[in-house]
C-alpha cells in the first residue's frame, strides 16, 4: 500500500504541469525612451529615440530566469532640432556610421516589492558597461486576446564611460534615461 501512494505521488509531481515563463515582444508603439542631459548648467536637453525593438521573459515564479533584451537605433535620435540631431548621428557622438546600435541585455534579474532588479550590459560605442536599475511594473491586462504587461524606470549613465567625451563641461556627463515600455504576448 505505501508503495502504491508512493508511486502514485512521483507520478503526480511528474505529470503535473510546469508552468512556463512568458515570452513578451515590444510593443513598439507603446515604448519609449526618452533623456535629458545638462546644457551649460542652464537648462537640460531632451530627446527620445523613436525605433526600439526587443523582447524579454518574465518568470514568475523564479524571477531570476527573467530576461530582457533591447536594441535601439542609434540614429533615430530625436532633441527636435534637426541640426544637433545631424550632429548627435555624427563621430563627435552616436557615430551611427559605425555603431548603428545601442544594446541592453540583462545579466540578472531580482524581485522587489513593485517590480524587478535589473542588471544589464549596456553596449553604446562598441564599449560595454553593466548599469542596474530598478524596474516598476505598471500593470498587465488582456486586450483583443493579447496578453500585455508594462514597466518603467529612470536610470542615469555617464556618457564618457562609453568615450563619448565632445563638449564635455558645457554638455553635462550624466544622461539620465526615461524608459517606458509594454510587452505582447
Known sequence: MLRTLASAALTALIAAPTIAADDYALDTAHTAIVFKVDHAGRSFTWGNFNQIEGNFTIDNDNPANSSFAFTVAADSIDTNHRQRDNHLRGPDFFNVRRYPDITLNSTSV?????????????????????????????????????????????????????????????????????????GER
Open 110 to 182: 531580482q524581485p522587489i516589492d513593485d517590480g524587478l532588479r535589473v542588471t544589464a550590459d549596456i553596449t553604446l560605442l562598441g564599449t560595454t558597461r553593466p548599469v542596474t536599475f530598478d524596474l516598476t511594473k505598471l500593470g498587465e491586462g488582456e486586450s483583443r486576446g493579447k496578453t500585455y504587461v508594462g514597466y518603467d524606470t529612470q536610470l542615469t549613465i555617464k556618457r564618457s564611460e562609453f568615450g563619448m567625451d565632445y563638449g564635455l563641461g558645457g554638455i553635462g556627463d550624466d544622461v539620465t534615461l526615461f524608459v517606458s515600455f509594454e
